[in-house]
């Protein structure tokens, strides 16, 4: 399982940037469930941004609602996050995760991608 994610770079305070993340290497008898999108600053603990599930709940954390949000398409295997009205502490390594799962029994992990700079400047 590979997860490629995309859409990162570098924008004013106050852009907008659209990060997306595809899922290859899902076989026959195994699915995707809860998808979500972390990031990681320098020196600073990674952190749980948005997550949403295969029925399309979401989740976000306080600092980015209302600015954020984060959308799934299961035909295509990919998780998006929109960010709007960004701002310099949205500033990091944006990373997607999902966790796959085998439909017949109990069996699932967590994979990660290897993440996408978000750079906002003043």
């Known amino acids: 399982v590979q997860l490629q994610a995309s859409g990162g770079g570098l924008v004013q305070a106050g852009g907008s940037l659209r990060v997306s993340c595809s899922v290859s290497?899902?076989?026959?008898?195994?699915?995707?469930?809860?998808m979500a999108w972390y990031r990681q600053a320098p020196g600073k603990q990674r952190e749980l941004v948005a997550s949403?599930?295969?029925?399309?709940?979401?989740t976000l954390i306080d600092s980015v609602k209302g600015r954020f949000t984060i959308s799934r398409d299961n035909t295509k295997k990919s998780v998006f996050l929109q960010m709007n009205n960004l701002k310099p502490d949205d500033t990091a390594v944006y990373l997607c995760?999902?966790?796959?799962?085998?439909?017949?029994?109990?069996?699932?992990?967590?994979?990660w991608g290897e993440g996408t700079q978000v750079t906002v400047s003043q």
């Open positions: 995760n999902a966790e796959v799962v085998n439909i017949a029994t109990t069996w699932r992990q967590k994979y």
């Open positions: 949403i599930t295969k029925g399309g709940t979401t």
């Open positions: 290497g899902i076989i026959f008898g195994f699915s995707i469930n809860d």
